[in-house]
Structure formats: structure tokens, C-alpha cells
């Protein structure tokens, strides 16, 4: 027979920690033995018209209570409840037992529109200011301000742990118990110890506790009016319980009330995820080991058995060698280091242990999986369609079961291929979203393919993107209406030609038709008006690229791409003379241009009387006068010879004779040193050039071993970061080839005069011929041409040749 509260007792304090299962489990014994008429539970009252919602079936834990301002959605708190929530167990129950349920935190309304200037006085006199050395009490204030008080780390300490959530599990989580036990004695004990603390320690450091506390006395005053003193459980945060219970009267607690800043709020119930629960947020009551906390609170016996039997199952999906002898092994070590350190049931640390020395062979690599999936989770939650939502938030919904895109906690790569029309129609959504700031994939670099047919994304949901969503609300209902106005505000505000250009390329990608001629419109006007030749550099690789998408996304890209070759034009004119006289920082930013720019006008496409070979073979003029031109700093004439080189328009002669202008004794070392930067550095493949090409190589080594003593320090950063850029097998057949010389050892076998690229002095015959075995295997053999001897041996001679000259 469970024992009864006494008469005239008062209302049932229930001090919980937020996401406790030890407290959830406690909480539920309490309801069932009290049977109370009302249950009030700390949060806010905002939330009651959305309380019945927590006994739909669609409803699935982990959830949260989403309040945001109505005029600044960005303004906007959670309130996080999971499975082994108390708070969430004193909901089920009360919708179980047709028991009202109420939530008693000050409203959102206000609770929002508070600021760090909006803190109430304190009625605690100041403490005495204390010198060094001064053996004064500085008084509860100042060691609040101090300690910002953890309550189960000062109970852990004062305990004797170090842990504050290893003394919680020993005393709570994993606290036994029977049939027989007082249900209300753990709370008892825990009111106690919270009211010493509060004695000592004040309001802990957060003077807006003392305006909450004042909002819940008032409503619990309400509540017993109504239904009785002894017929009340209040479900609230263990530090509330002493101020609960302290006596105050309505006229103080109003009056803490009165003046509080309010706003217009909207409420709604939201998916949360348990990594979000492991993060302080929303109760202030972030836990490590959500996923943990749920197996305590589920397994309904042998927590530690069935938890070995979890972390098999997912190494075993890992293809990890794990069998039943590995979880009975590390079931026995983990109850043996419990009780080795004293612990009533082997916590978290004892089942990490057991498992990194068993199933893990003492390595953390497969500690890390455990961790995420299981320890931490990756479990998202479910709310009800009759949950309220904002338009823009209900459209997204109906496009991500249309499109079937779910939303999933842990992050996942996404494969599109637009020729089909839901991968489209998923691309379009993404991109207009992220036009939207609501940051749910981004984009990834593609495997296997360039084709602009193709996309690849990351994706991840997040809690925090109902807030974006709620925020998008205010540019339109859907999610085409809102990225199209967004757009469009965007296009006429913007300042700067790259940002106009961007998002052009944005609005090409999400489809936006319907902004498209604004902001084209504004583009034109922009690019009219803007004569910096770097602001057009940075312009037209965005145009460049948008220019591609036309084709696959049946898009119209005439206007844009007379607006790009207008650029291109513009470009072509202005860039020489902008490149005189730059300082060094000056010519790296432009060098970035020159790459750029050079890579878009290869991307335009050919437009009404204006064949594509003209653009090109204008640029390529300007790459011959910056090459030749001295007034242009050395970086920059290198990489336009760089350029020419690649391209074919400039032959290996004419580079070596640049190459060996630059490089002559009359040009100042630091110079030099930007022209070999500039033509070799970076990523661009200027080590293999100089690998295969042992003249430009043999120029570079003259240079630099004529390079004077007292210039060698200055140019040296220089070249640091250009030959650091290498790949390490690059940087190492270099060395090789300059320890060897230009001419190598020996003589050239004959033919060789003339200097074939490569690493030694000619053609090695035995070595490329013992290569043509493998060769046959890969090309294949044609055995019907072996029918006679004859036959067969000219056939094996012309074939033999065919593969020599393939290997060579």
C-alpha cells in the first residue's frame, strides 16, 4: 500500500531536472499515488491551447515549443521536451487521466521582449566590496555573480564527486527501487537540499528567475483556489521549488510583474532532435548522452545487457567482428568497474569502457560511431499536420512529401540528375531556399561527373529552421512567392555589380522567372555604371555560369548573355592599363581576376553577330600584351604567359623566351621570383610543366643559383609558396632532375638532340617494352588472325609495334 499525503499538505512540488528519466519515472509514481485534479508544469502558458496536441498519434518525441515574435520571427525561444522528459511524462499523463494540465513559466509574450536591461532589482543588499587580502563575507550577491550556479555540481561537490552528472546518475538516474517505496520521498529530499542552496546562493546569479518564480506562485495561488490545496502537482525545475514554496503574497509578486516589456507572439510544436538536446538550449538543461538518457528510460529491465546488445548490432551493421561472448565480456567489465568505483549500476563511463576494451580493441575510432548514433542519436521527432504553422512553413511541407525529400537529422549526401523532374524539382526547392536563408542542403562538390546536368548536396535538418521558415513568412505564402519577392527586393537594393550578378546566377538555378527581368534590369544598370575593371572581373564568372544552365533548365539566357559579353568587352578594354603599377597585393588580387575572368570568356557561348572565336581571339590579345608589357607587374605577366601556354597560343620556344627575358641578370631578383610565381605557382600544374619540359626547368635552376646572397632572403617566401603548392612526388622528381643536371650522364642516344620532354636522356627500349604484356590484357588480343604460322608471326609484329609505339 503506497503512503498517502498527508491533509493539508499543500500543493505536490515535483523538482525535476529537465530530460531526467530517473525523474521521469519518479514523477509518474508520484502522479499515480497523489491523483491530482490539475498538473501545472513549468513553461509557457502560451502552450495550453497546443497541450492536447501531445496525444496525437502523429506525435512522436523528441519535440519542442516553438514562440516567436510575430513582427521579429527571428526573435524566438524552444522549449524542448523528449521522451524521458518529466515534464513530458506529466503531459501524458494528465491527457491519460482527463486531468487539466496548465503551464505556468511567464508568458512568451514577455519573456521575449526582455533584454539584458530589462533585469528586475534584487531585494538582496549588495555585499561589502572585499580588498585583497580582506578576510570579508562578500556577501550572497557577489557570490552569485561568482558561481552562476550549477545546483547539481555544488550537491555533487559537497558529495564528494568531481562529476556532477556521474553523482546525478548514482543518485537519481540510476536509483532502484520498489512497489513499496514512498513515491514522494526523492522529492522531499531534493526540495530539501535546493532550499539550502537557495539559502545560500540567493537566485544563483539570474535575477530574471525572480519575475518567473513570482508569475508561477501566482498561477499555483489560482490553481488552488480552484481545485484545492492538497490537488495540485506542480512538474517545475528542482531550483524553483523552494521559491514555490516560500511564502509571499500576491501584492509583491504582481508588483515584480508590473512594467514588463511584451510583444505579440506565435506558438506552435516543432520536431527537435536529440544532438539539439545535447546542447544547452531552451531549459538551460543540455544533456551529453541523450540517446543514453532514452535507453535508461525505455529498457524496462537489464539496462546494461540490452545496451551491449545496441552497441553489437551497430558494429555488426558496420561489418565489425562482434559476437555474444564480446557483449557478455563487456557486460561483467562494466559491472566490475562499477563496483570497483563504487557506483549502484554501471553508468555510461563503465559501459565506455567495457566496450572501447572489447568490442573496440581499445581503439576511440569506433567509440566515435557509438557515440553518435547511439549515445548522443540521431532521432527526429514528429509533430501532428494539425499543428499550427506559418503558410510558408505548410507549402514547404506539402513540396517535401511531393518531391519526397524528407527532412533527417543526420546530415546525408543528395545526387541529383536534372534531366529528371523530381531531382529538378528537388534543385529548384534547394535553391530557393537557400535564397531564402533557410540553409536546409548546401551545395557539395560533385563525384564522377562536371556536366551541369548534375548536382550533389549536403543536407541537414535542423530546429532552428523553423525559425528561418517562420522569418522567410514575410516575403510570401509559398516558397516560389516568397524566394520571387525576396529576390526581387534584393535585385533593387543591391549596391555592388557582383552582388546583382550572383544573384542572377541564384535566380537562374531556383527558376525565378518572374524576377528574372528585374533583376536583369538592375544588372544592366549596374554594369552600365560601374567602370572598376575588378568589380566587372569579379561579375562575370557568375554570369559565365549562369549562362550554362540555360540549356538544361530550358531557361532564356539571351539577355544575359548580352549583359556578360558587354562585360567580357569592357573587360578586354580596361584590364592592361589596370594592371600598371600595382603593388604586390594589388597584383595577387588581380592575378585571381585574370584566372577568372579567363575561365569565364572560355565558358560564353556565341550570340547574334557575335561568333564566340572573336571574344576569345580578343582576350588572347590582351594576354600577349600583358606578357610582354614590363610596366605590368612580374605575377602578372607570367600568368599571362601561363595562360597563352595552355591554350596553345604560345609556343614552348616563345614561353622559354619570355621565361629567359624575365629571368636575365638586369631583372631585380624579387621580380624574377613573381614572373616564376606567376607562370609556375598555385595549383595550375606548374610542376609537372617544368618535369616535362627540362628547358624551362634549366632556365629556373640558372636563375636561382645566380640569385645574389644578400637578394636570396627576400625572394625566398616567395618561392617557398610557389614550390610548396606541389604535390610531394612533384617536388621530389625535381630535386631529382636538378641533382641529375639538364644534360643528365652519358650522351643522348640518336635522335634525342633536339630535347624530348621527359625525365631521362631518350627512350629506355627494354623497359617500355616490358610493358607490353599488360598492355595486351587491357587492349585485348585478336586470336583469329593466328591461324597459320605465318600469318600469325607478321600479326604478332604489327601488333607488337602498335603496342610499343603505345608505350612509348
Known sequence: MLPARPAGSGPLLLGVRHHGPGSARAVRAALDAASPLAVLIEGPPEGDALVSLAGDPQMRPPVALLAHAVDDPGRAAFWPLAEFSPEWVAIRWALAHDVPVRFIDLPATHSLALTDADEPPTDEPPGPEAGPGAGADPGPEARARALRVDPLAVLAEAAGYDDAERWWEDVVEHRGGTAADDPFAPFAAVGEAMGALREEYGDGGVRRD???????????????????DDRVAVVCGAWHVPALGARS???????????????????????????????????????????????????????????????????????????????????????????MRGRPLAGLTETTDAIRAVMCDGSDVPLALIRDR???????????????????????????????????????????????????????????LRLLGVGWGEPAAGRGSTGTFRESWRLRWEPELYVRVAEAGVWGTTVLSAATAKA????????????????????????????????????????????????LAQALPALARSLRYGDVRSTDTAALGEVAAGLAERICVGLPPACAGLDADGAAEMRGHLDSVHTAIGLLPAGPGRPAGDLSGR?????????????????????????????????????????GLALSPGTPPADAAAWIEGFV?????????????????????????????????????????????????????LGELVRRGPAGSGARPAGTEAGIPGFGAGIDETRADAILPVLRLLLGDNDG??????????HDKNHDNDLAGVAR
Open 210 to 228: 525572480l519575475v518567473r518564480e513570482a508569475y508561477m506562485r501566482i498561477q499555483l495561488r489560482a490553481a488552488r483556489k480552484e481545485f484545492g
Open 249 to 339: 503574497t500576491a501584492t509583491a509578486d504582481r508588483a515584480l510583474l508590473k512594467g514588463l516589456p511584451k510583444v505579440k507572439t506565435e506558438m506552435t510544436w516543432v520536431p527537435w532532435t536529440h544532438h539539439r538536446l545535447a546542447r544547452h538550449s531552451g531549459y538551460g538543461a543540455g544533456i551529453d548522452s541523450p540517446g543514453w538518457y532514452g535507453h535508461l528510460f525505455g529498457a524496462p529491465d537489464r539496462p546494461v545487457e540490452r545496451w551491449m546488445t545496441k552497441v553489437a548490432g551497430l558494429l555488426r551493421e558496420e561489418d565489425q567482428p562482434v559476437s555474444s561472448a564480446h557483449v557478455i565480456e563487456a557486460v561483467r567489465l562494466a559491472e566490475t568497474l562499477a563496483t
Open 374 to 432: 547511439l549515445i548522443v542519436g540521431d532521432v527526429l521527432g514528429e509533430v501532428p499536420d494539425s499543428a499550427p504553422a506559418v503558410p510558408l512553413q505548410r507549402d514547404l511541407t506539402r513540396l517535401q512529401r511531393s518531391l519526397r525529400l524528407k527532412p533527417e537529422a543526420l546530415e546525408r549526401e543528395l545526387e541529383l540528375d536534372l534531366r529528371k523532374e523530381i531531382d529538378a524539382g528537388r534543385s529548384r526547392m534547394l535553391h530557393r
Open 488 to 535: 526581387e527586393s534584393q535585385a533593387v537594393s543591391a549596391t555592388a555589380l557582383s552582388e546583382v550578378t550572383a544573384l542572377a546566377e541564384q535566380c537562374l538555378l531556383a527558376e525565378l522567372t518572374d524576377a528574372l527581368p528585374v533583376v536583369m534590369k538592375a544588372l544592366a544598370d549596374r554594369a552600365a555604371l560601374d567602370a572598376d575593371v575588378g568589380h
Open 619 to 659: 582576350w588572347g590579345a590582351v594576354l600577349r600584351k600583358l606578357a610582354a608589357r614590363d610596366t605590368v607587374p612580374g605575377v602578372i605577366r607570367g600568368r599571362a604567359a601561363r595562360l597563352l601556354l595552355d591554350d596553345g597560343r604560345l609556343t614552348e620556344d616563345e614561353a622559354a623566351r619570355l621565361m
Open 681 to 733: 605557382g598555385g595549383a595550375s600544374g606548374g610542376g609537372m610543366l617544368l618535369v616535362h619540359d627540362e628547358r624551362l626547368l634549366a632556365l629556373v635552376d640558372t636563375w636561382l643559383t645566380g640569385v645574389p646572397d644578400g637578394s636570396f632572403t627576400d625572394v625566398l617566401p616567395l618561392l617557398r609558396r610557389t614550390f610548396s603548392a606541389y604535390e610531394p612526388g612533384v617536388r621530389r622528381t
Open 785 to 794: 588472325n593466328r591461324d597459320n604460322g605465318d600469318n600469325g608471326d607478321n
